[in-house]
Nanobody
């Protein structure tokens, strides 16, 4: 059974920092790209950051570049999202997803249950 469990969310003041974690089980972690998504109230879920299976490449949404950093520990089956200089518009539910492309233009996708981040004074 595949499980992804996010943690580390909470309430933080503008300018503050949080570190999210996503612990996985049931998959060969290094075979999967890991992606953090964010969904604000009333808005669609959008990609925040992605890191390849080996950790060699990462990419970020323009809105978080220079403030957020994604990393992974493959021996711990865990991906992290370090969030600095947080802004109120970073508020939302943060989800992690494990992604692997398969043959025939298909893919495997596994989601966590999300962790809430609220940036407010």
């Amino acid at each position: 059974q595949v499980q992804l469990v996010e943690s580390g969310g909470g309430l933080v003041q503008p300018g503050g920092s949080l570190r999210l974690s996503c612990a996985t089980s049931g998959i060969t972690f290094s075979n999967y790209d890991m992606i953090w998504y964010r969904q604000a109230p009333g808005k669609e879920r959008g990609m925040v950051a992605v890191i390849t299976g080996g950790g060699g490449r990462s990419n970020y949404a323009d809105s978080v570049k220079g403030r957020f950093s994604i990393s992974r520990e493959n021996d711990m089956n865990t991906v992290y999202l370090q969030m600095n200089s947080l802004k109120p518009e970073d508020t939302g539910m943060y989800y992690c997803k494990a992604y692997r492309r398969r043959l025939g233009n298909t893919s495997e996708n596994y989601w966590g249950q999300g962790t809430q981040v609220t940036v407010s004074s």
